[in-house]
């Protein structure tokens, strides 16, 4: 089943719906900066980050991947929402890769208006259009009003079991 067309449809009816208020479209390099504000928005307490150069670098090295993406949603030109689609190559299910969606954030001023919906759908529609065959995204929020966002997103949160591993302290 193709779903870019329907998707892409989607995504750009929800910038028609609210052209000065929503935006969403692919980060460019000299957005760093604001995606890094609104990163503080994402987790209660983070590591620090390295040396600016080192941020620099993973970043220029994310956007000149072209299976990553980094989507924003503006509103009256601030960076207010943003996730980040990688698509992955598969030889499974005909060869058709597969998507992860990470770092999922709305700032706390905006949500609750359709921001996340609206980034989300952005990269769904992305991922249809390359062809995935599933979307996984995982989330640490235990909340059920997370977890309702997420299935009225388009996610089933019965559908696998997720595992995570993490290097020893």
């Known amino acids: 089943m193709r779903h870019s067309s329907f998707d892409r449809l989607r995504a ?14 692919e980060l460019q390099s000299h957005e ?5 504000v609104l ?3 994402l987790h209660e307490y983070d590591d620090p980050l390295p040396s600016g150069a080192t941020v620099e670098a993973v970043w220029s090295e994310a956007l000149a991947n072209p299976r990553i993406k980094y989507f924003g949603g ?14 992955i190559p598969n030889l499974t299910r005909a060869c058709r890769p597969y998507g992860v969606i990470e770092n999922v954030v709305t700032h706390a001023a905006h949500r609750g208006h359709g921001w996340g919906k609206a980034v989300l759908s ?11 065959y599933k979307v996984m995204l995982l989330t640490g929020r235990k909340d059920e009003a997370t977890l309702r966002f997420y299935e009225q997103a388009g996610f089933d949160r019965h559908e696998k079991q997720a ?3 993490k290097p020893a302290p």
Do not use: D
């Open 12 to 25: 750009n009816r929800i910038n028609q719906k609210f052209p000065n208020r929503m935006n969403i479209r």
């Open 163 to 165: 595992f995570v591993a």
């Open 74 to 87: 503006f509103a009256s030109g601030i960076l207010v929402t943003s996730c980040t689609l990688t698509v």
């Open 39 to 41: 990163y503080a928005h």
């Open 32 to 36: 760093l900066p604001s995606l890094l």
């Open 122 to 132: 952005h990269a769904l529609a992305e991922a249809w259009h390359q062809r995935c």
